[in-house]
Nanobody
Framework: VQLQASGGGLVQAGGSLRLSCVVS?????????LGWFRQAPGKAREFVAA????????NYADSVKGRFTISRDNAKSTLYLQMNSLKPEDTAVYYC??????????????WGQGTLVTVSS
């Protein structure tokens, strides 16, 4: 199983970015949960958002609610994170993750390599 994240970059505060994560190696729709996490410099990795296999259930960290939207396209085997109204505190390496068994798990099975998002003030 491979997860390839992309879409990071440098953006000004208030701007938008869309992250993508292509998942290969297993039937995409078989994943019970897909998620995004982030790790800022000097800080622990933290949960950002999760989406269920059908896309009908989503969860968000309080810090991103109303600004970020997670979605998945099973036909394209791709997970997305639309990030709007970005703030400097959103600066981090963003990781995508997949799990076959449990929605919004604390212990994802598979992880991508990360993509850097930098928000300037």
């Amino acid at each position: 199983v491979q997860l390839q994240a992309s879409g990071g970059g440098l953006v000004q505060a208030g701007g938008s970015l869309r992250l993508s994560c292509v998942v290969s190696g297993r039937t995409f729709s078989s994943y019970a949960s897909l998620g995004w996490f982030r790790q800022a410099p000097g800080k622990a990795r933290e949960f950002v958002a999760a989406v269920s296999w059908s896309g009908s259930n989503t969860n968000y960290a309080d810090s991103v609610k109303g600004r970020f939207t997670i979605s998945r396209d099973n036909a394209k085997s791709t997970l997305y994170l639309q990030m709007n109204s970005l703030k400097p505190e959103d600066t981090a390496v963003y990781y995508c993750a997949a799990d076959r068994h449990t929605y919004n798990t604390d212990d994802y099975e598979y992880w991508g390599q990360g993509t850097l998002v930098t928000v300037s003030s």
